[in-house]
């Protein structure tokens, strides 16, 4: 893993938690993408050399809608950069770490997606990212 590349942050109204980061980094969000396979409107901030991924919820069987129901709004996953995610899903799978996604997927920013079960990461879900190459 090559840094932390975002924290996602599960939401109710991604307008009003917009304007709150906005005013809380000094700057407006520079994307906004609704991923329809994950029930999920996103919004993207930089935050120095990391980013900051607002969450919002699509439908009532959304991850994202059941996250808020559960937990409430908060941090719901921590995003790794990894240059080789099929390597890296392979290398954690022999460590012993649960997948939830096996394969990966195409999830929101130009990325290739897999989660790692928060039951084998002491409760925290991870989030492998790796750039799509054209």
């Known amino acids: 893993m090559k840094k932390i590349e975002h924290i996602g942050i599960a939401v109710k109204d991604i307008e009003q938690s917009n304007n709150l980061f906005k005013a809380l980094f000094g700057k407006a969000h520079y994307k906004i993408e609704e991923v329809e396979s994950e029930g999920v409107k996103t919004s993207f901030f930089e935050c120095g050399p ?6 919002q919820a699509t439908n009532k069987n959304s ?6 129901e559960k937990k409430g709004e908060g941090i719901h996953h921590i995003a ?9 899903i392979k290398r954690l799978t022999d460590e012993g770490f649960e997948m939830i996604h096996k394969v990966p997927k195409k999830g929101a920013d130009n990325k ?10 002491n409760s925290v879900l991870i ?5 799509i190459r054209d």
């Open 112 to 121: 290739l997606i897999a989660f790692l079960h928060p039951k084998s990461s």
């Open 63 to 68: 991850p994202i809608a059941k996250f808020i």
């Open 50 to 55: 990391n980013k900051i991924e607002l969450l």
């Open 80 to 88: 790794f950069a990894v240059d080789d995610i099929e390597e890296e």
């Open 127 to 131: 989030e492998l990212c790796q750039d």
